[in-house]
């Protein structure tokens, strides 16, 4: 398997980032130990869309990572601190 050094696959859309011009296109979030594009991460400012929480949850149960406390409306917060 060949990794690229700089590189990263978002979690959400399953894309590379962007690092052209060594812009570094991602956004790493400690609570969900991921990293996700900037795309995906001002889509779902307000909390994860409800399609992604499966996938979450999933993925927090596999590195063995609490589930952040929900927001008002029960939205799943993107980058709690
Ligand atoms: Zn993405």
């Given at each position: 398997?060949?990794?690229?050094?700089?590189?990263?696959?978002?979690?959400?859309?399953?894309g590379?980032?962007?690092h052209?011009?060594g812009?570094?296109?991602g956004?790493?979030?400690?609570?969900?130990r991921?990293?996700?594009?900037?795309?995906c991460?001002?889509?779902?400012?307000?909390g994860?869309?409800?399609?992604h929480?499966?996938?979450?949850?999933?993925?927090?149960?596999?590195?063995?990572?609490?589930?952040?406390?929900?927001?008002?409306?029960?939205?799943?917060?993107?980058?709690?601190?």
């Amino acid at each position: 398997m060949i990794r690229k050094s700089a590189g990263f696959t978002c979690f959400i859309c399953e894309g590379d980032g962007q690092h052209s011009l060594g812009v570094f296109n991602g956004k790493h979030i400690d609570a969900y130990r991921t990293t996700v594009c900037a795309d995906c991460y001002r889509a779902n400012e307000t909390g994860w869309a409800p399609h992604h929480v499966p996938k979450i949850m999933a993925h927090l149960q596999n590195e063995g990572l609490p589930v952040p406390a929900r927001k008002p409306g029960g939205w799943l917060p993107l980058d709690p601190n």
